[in-house]
């Protein structure tokens, strides 16, 4: 994780708490795009690689200026917003309550009792608790009078540009959040959902205890949402949970290391891993190995060099049809730095 990230969570928490008390003082958030302004300028090489420093300082005027009048969602969307002009893939800000230990919780916004996803013939209900199970599988068409593709367009502006799989990966979180859909005009205390075959659907926001864990969860659901159910009746075998970042498991054509994210940890380093793999794969009566990244979004990419040292060592494995690697919009960061040095 970037320190662009924890740090505008961190002065996010920050507002929040100041925010709370007295919601026309904008003093509190003033001080967090200062501070965001100064670790930006400090630690990114070229923060203007995407947006002009004339546009960008325009914009970082226009929420100062508007601050005043705005709701708290309109300013956690509007610092987003700021945050996703410098366009990277590291730079950007939550809109759910994080899961990574030892970080602020973020905005905390409330989610929907269904579960988005998008895919290239439009956006999908793919999860619904109990009450919405009806909804399972529709296309959804409009939030209220804005039509999908338009909302879908508004929420693209607060997630980084130059990561177009990244941002379309989890555009459709960010519409599951009913105080960004309030802040950007697409719905008011409850969500006008319309779907494909005409219906519209009043949603509301599930309660505060109903946690979501996102970006790791295989879709279980929300706690305390009750008959949580997903569009597809199985759940495919890479989508499965398992104990820690990593497994390696015999399928009946291939060993298959699938990786959530990149590191050592004790005991077992990542090129480890891949020795521990490639000689599981090498022992096959028909050796071939499939490695899975579908998941995996990011680490730390330091240590992709050795993985790879140990996958060219192979020369059983280094032919056509035996070494396999899957990606999807979730392979990220220094998951992608690995794709490209496999590649």
Do not use: K
């Not at 009048?69 to 759910?96: C, I, K, N, Q």
């Not at 056509?320 to 992608?336: C, F, I, N």
């Amino acid at each position: 994780m970037s320190r662009f990230l924890t740090t505008s969570v961190l002065a996010l928490a920050m507002s929040t708490a100041g925010a709370a008390a007295a919601q026309t003082d904008d003093t509190p958030w003033q001080a967090d795009m200062t501070a965001f302004l100064e670790v930006l300028h400090a630690e990114h090489d070229n923060p203007y690689f995407h947006t002009s420093r004339e546009d960008f300082e325009a914009a970082v005027a226009a929420y100062r200026a508007e601050l005043p009048e705005m709701s708290r969602a309109e300013r956690v969307t509007g610092f987003a917003r700021v945050v996703a002009l410098v366009g990277d893939g590291h730079t950007w800000m939550p809109m759910y309550r994080l899961p990574f230990d030892g970080l602020p919780p973020g905005p905390g916004f409330s989610s929907l009792p269904v579960r988005f996803e998008l895919f290239d013939d439009g956006l999908y209900v793919a999860g619904a608790g109990e009450t919405q199970n009806a909804m399972l599988g529709a296309r959804v068409t409009a939030f209220g009078d804005v039509a999908a593709e338009e909302a879908i367009a508004r929420v693209m502006e607060l997630l980084p540009a130059d990561a177009t799989n990244f941002a379309r990966e989890f555009v459709a979180e960010w519409l599951m959040q009913i105080e960004v859909l309030q802040a950007l005009g697409l719905a008011d205390e409850t969500v006008q959902l319309e779907v494909a075959d005409g219906r519209t659907v009043s949603l509301e926001a599930l309660p505060a205890d109903a946690i979501y864990n996102w970006v790791f969860s295989m879709d279980d659901g929300p706690m305390g949402q009750q008959g949580w159910r997903t569009a597809s009746a199985d759940q495919p075998y890479w989508q499965e949970a398992f104990d820690g970042a990593y497994r390696i498991a015999e399928l009946e054509d291939a060993t298959y290391p699938q990786f959530t994210e990149i590191r050592d940890w004790e005991g077992q380093s990542f090129a480890g891993l891949a020795e521990a793999a490639v000689a599981q794969a090498e022992a096959r009566n028909a050796p071939a190995l499939i490695i899975d990244l579908r998941r995996c979004l990011g680490g730390d990419g330091s240590r992709n060099d050795g993985f790879i040292d140990a996958l060219a060592e192979s020369e059983i494995l280094n032919r056509d049809g035996r070494l396999m690697v899957l990606t999807s919009r979730s392979t990220h960061s220094a998951a992608v730095m690995l794709v490209s040095s496999l590649e």
